[in-house]
């Protein structure tokens, strides 16, 4: 048998010829979407012209989204340091985050922020970062300059009242990129808990900038620092960044000063202290050229004029081109004038000493208790007589001047924005924080308590101490020193150089014989975007040289932005502070004074500057629609007038005005009526006094009544006054407030108002109207139906009581019989009731049974039928069988 079984042939695969070469194609590329087209070309055909419809305008609205206005990029080749602003309320990270990008570029660890500090983090881009404080106008400032704003945010404790303020204000100024970073995180033990605290304030934070603004999460910190993976990654965001020009900053030339210098004689401000000084300030031009000769303003202080402006080598260069991927040690260089990086002290002439790097890594604090009392006392600014006069003892902890306005709360600042809040006192920072409530939040216990936020609060504390045990004294005198003066780095530092007699490394760039030559083309031009320059001012106010801060921004701009209010109506006069380039304060809130100004340009109003209010501080923001010289404010009033005697299409009116004097003013003004038939006035009558003929559109009835629009000039005082809050001492400038409104007079001194009687609401009197019977003639009845005939027959009213019956009071047993007799007739009903519902459903069983007998009845039949049929079928072809044969045998 196993002989007998065949075996196949084994299938030889073919290893040449054309379709071998075909199949090894396809192995080699795969399943080619071509090559699949051609196999199933149905399975690629349009299924569904909608669908294919509503797919073709998704991609043509996601190809327009992405389309923006071309606004001219006019960055040079070098560009200027991009700004970053680090911003976010108190305690909540902003300087430990900055010295953690700092070391994540350069490699070197910065002590105290002050000032901007600018580094090289790329072959083509430096970066200058700069810490926002809870300030409104640093605020501001910043906002303008921006370029990337860093805004940190207290998971633990969710969004405060600056953060939403200073959105505000960026939408204000060109609203520049915007990047969120959540801090704190480490609070949460929970981690349901800190996802949905994500979820919430990133969802939120879309909201308020853009759908998918990005969110950086730094989870925890490490020895007193961010960890640093996350923060490289935040630095490989800021590295590789897009910034879109902002319109004022490309066509506007500005300054963000980065020092500070007095160049007045010593032996001047010695004799004379109040003398004009001579200021030199450093920094990046940025926007436009500056042309030299030219008029700046400082915000805070008032216009100057520059009397020189000169080019100085770059501090802080970009490497050499080279062709490389990564800078080495050299290049990430640092540049931070306020904040004294390794004891570097600067001069008029842009030199600068960097010392060996044994002493660049020192710790200053190391260096601090030996000249703690010398640098305290040179830094004072007042004689001791001063202070004794100006101090105070406070019996109580909580001690408060006993005025009697002090007693009263304080009125509520005019404001448009509704923004709920909830105010949370903070012992460990000892500070009101403002926490922003949205409508429909719960508390859902994502918000942990600030006693877990020791940590962070410590390390984000610009006052760190360095462990030793210093006395009051000192350390008081160590927070007056912390803004040194004016020349750059403080005084102990130059000492120190001069004492010590090191060998210096000084830069190259740093020769002040060389003089740059300008050629007359150049100096026609002026500075270009990107210079590092130095601006000379003249016949600067003293106290704006004595007030000067190291941690503020300074700005100087070529024009500056005056707004036009767009605020809710105001009963009485209200000072508003309009901030800009140029800070103002103006009385009008709908029609301020200012200088020309672009139109498009927004502005922002401010009711007050001085420090934290508990509401929400921003009253206004807008744009400038219009400027004009002799803009008149107008109320619109609406007199009110009755027809008394009517014609065909002329009426009589009264009531509208007093004496044929006023009705001869308005002689050819349009009225109309509330029915909205329009007129026109014509001429006076002699009596009644005011009444006069008009002539409208359609006969008016006696019910109408007629108005006519006016508007009556209303004259406002004018206000316009620069503000100068930067000249203040350092103490003061933050305590600001200009003058008092009439409101918060009024309700200092407890002067009630008295309204006016004509300006309060009236009940209004309507007299009753009455309308005369329809008439309809007889004929038009006849030819009407049923329906619609006048009914004559008045409606059948109630009966009256005689023929009312009366009402049966039964005896109790009667009561008793009858209410055995309704238990009888109950039990009847229901037996009755069942009785029938058991016939129905017997009822519904024999119709059931009888249907399906008369199934199998048909059934029957139809086999029957069947059968019959058969039958007769074959009877009738026998028959035509048979006829056949005899046929064929008759032929």
């Known amino acids: 048998m196993e002989e007998k079984v065949q075996k196949q042939r084994k299938h030889q695969q073919k290893h040449s010829g054309p379709k071998a070469q075909k199949k090894k194609l396809r192995k080699q590329a795969g399943a080619a979407d071509g090559d699949e087209r051609k196999r199933n070309p149905k399975a690629f055909a349009v299924q569904s012209a909608v669908r294919m419809a ?12 992405k ?5 001219v990029d006019r960055t040079p080749l070098e560009p200027p340091p991009v700004v970053i602003v680090v911003m976010g309320p108190p305690k909540v990270g902003k300087s430990t985050l900055i010295r953690c990008l700092i070391k994540n570029f350069t490699r070197q660890k910065l002590g105290d922020i002050c000032g901007p500090v600018t580094i090289v983090s790329g072959k083509k881009r430096r970066l200058t970062f700069m810490e926002c404080n809870n300030d409104i106008n640093t605020m501001i400032d910043l906002a303008k300059v921006a370029d990337l704003v860093l805004m940190l945010i207290d998971a633990s404790f969710g969004f405060e009242m600056e953060t939403f303020e200073f959105l505000n204000i960026c939408q204000v100024h060109g609203f520049p990129r915007i990047m969120g970073v959540l801090t704190h995180l480490d609070s949460f033990k929970n981690n349901k808990t800190l996802r949905k605290t994500k979820k919430n304030l990133k969802h939120r934070f879309w909201t308020e900038v853009y759908q998918g603004a990005k969110l950086f999460y730094l989870s925890g910190m490490v020895y007193g620092e961010y960890q640093t993976q996350e923060v490289k990654n935040l630095g ?10 902002l319109v004022w900053q490309t066509s506007h030339p500005y300054v963000l000063v980065d020092r500070m210098e007095d160049l007045t004689d010593p032996e001047k401000i010695r004799t004379e202290p109040k003398c004009d000084r001579t200021v030199s300030l450093y920094g990046y031009l940025r926007g436009t050229h500056l042309k030299n000769k030219g008029q700046v303003h400082v915000p805070g202080v008032g216009d100057f004029e520059v009397s020189d402006v000169d080019f100085l080598p770059d501090p802080c260069p970009l490497p050499d081109a080279q062709k490389k991927r990564a800078l080495n040690e050299k290049e990430r260089l640092l540049y931070a004038p306020m904040a004294g990086v390794g004891g570097v002290v600067y001069d008029k002439d842009a030199v600068y000493i960097d010392l060996p790097a044994s002493h660049v890594h020192q710790q200053q604090e190391e260096m601090r208790p030996t000249t703690e009392l010398v640098q305290s006392l040179i830094d004072t600014h007042a004689t001791l007589d001063a ?6 003892v406070s019996l109580f902890t909580d001690h408060r001047k006993g005025n009697d306005h002090t007693s009263r709360p304080s009125p509520p600042p005019l404001c448009v924005f509704r923004v709920q809040e909830e105010s949370v006192w903070d012992s460990n920072t000892n500070r009101e924080r403002r926490r922003v409530l949205f409508p429909g939040d719960a508390d859902d216990g994502s918000a942990s308590s600030s006693e877990d936020d020791d940590e962070e609060e410590e390390e984000s504390d610009h006052d760190e101490e360095s462990g030793e045990d210093l006395s009051a004294f000192l350390k008081e005198a160590r927070g007056q020193s912390e803004k040194t003066t004016a020349g750059g780095a403080p005084l102990r530092k130059r000492q120190r150089l001069e004492e010590t007699g090191a060998t210096a490394e000084v830069p190259a760039f740093a020769d002040s014989e060389d003089e740059l030559e300008v050629s ?4 026609d031009e002026g500075q270009g975007a990107g210079d590092s320059g130095n601006c000379s001012e003249e016949d600067e ?12 921004a300074e700005d100087e701009g070529k024009r500056a932005k005056e707004k036009e209010m767009n605020e809710e109506e105001m009963e009485e006069e209200e000072e508003d502070v309009l901030l800009s380039y140029l800070r103002v304060v103006t009385v009008d809130p709908y029609r301020p004074k200012g200088p020309i100004t672009p139109q498009g340009t927004g502005f922002l109003a401010l009711q007050s500057v001085a420090g934290v209010k508990a509401n929400f501080r921003i009253a206004a923001t ?12 107008v109320k619109k009033l609406k007199l009110i007038g009755y027809p008394y005697k009517i014609f065909k299409n002329t009426s009589f009116v009264k009531g509208m005005f007093n004496t044929v004097l006023e009705v001869a003013k308005f002689e050819g003004a349009s009225v109309r009526t509330v029915s909205g038939v329009r007129g026109q006035i014509k001429k006076a009558l002699s009596t009644p006094p005011g009444a006069f003929r008009a002539t409208f559109e359609d006969r008016l009835l006696m019910s109408d009544i007629v108005f006519l629009r006016s508007w009556y000039p209303v004259s406002v005082p004018q206000l316009y006054n620069p503000i100068t809050s930067l000249l203040l001492p350092v103490g003061q400038k933050d305590g600001w407030s200009g003058m008092r409104t009439l409101g918060q007079l009024k309700f200092d001194l407890g002067i009630h108002n008295k309204p006016n009687p004509d300006s309060l609401y009236k009940p209004v009197v309507r007299a009753p109207r009455h309308f005369n019977p329809l008439h309809i003639p007889k004929e038009l009845q006849k030819a009407l139906p049923f329906k619609s005939k006048p009914k004559q027959q008045q409606a059948k009213g109630k009966t009256p009581r005689d023929l009312q019956r009366p009402k049966v009071i039964r005896e109790p047993h009667e009561r008793k019989v009858a209410a055995l007799l309704h238990a009888l007739r109950t039990v009847h009903n229901h037996k009755r009731k069942k009785a029938h519902s058991v016939q129905h459903a017997r009822h519904k069983e024999f119709l059931q049974q009888k249907e399906k007998d008369e199934e199998a009845k048909m059934k029957r039949q139809k086999e029957a039928r069947k059968r019959l049929y058969r039958v007769m079928g074959q009877t009738e072809q026998k028959k035509q069988r048979s006829s056949l044969k005899g046929e064929q045998k008759d032929s």
Request: hydrophobic share 35%; no cysteine; glycine share 2%.
């Open 387 to 392: 202070k004794m006069a100006a101090s105070k």
């Open 67 to 71: 389309h923006h206005i071309p606004v």
């Open 236 to 245: 490989r965001f800021i590295s590789v960044m897009k910034f879109r020009p």
């Open 541 to 552: 106010e003293t106290e704006d040289e004595d007030s000067e801060e190291e941690d503020a």
């Open 54 to 65: 509503k797919t073709f305008h998704r991609a043509q609205d996601i190809k327009a989204k």
């Open 622 to 633: 807008g744009v400038v629609l219009d400027l004009d010289k002799s803009v008149t404010i």
């Open 520 to 523: 007359e083309e150049e100096e």
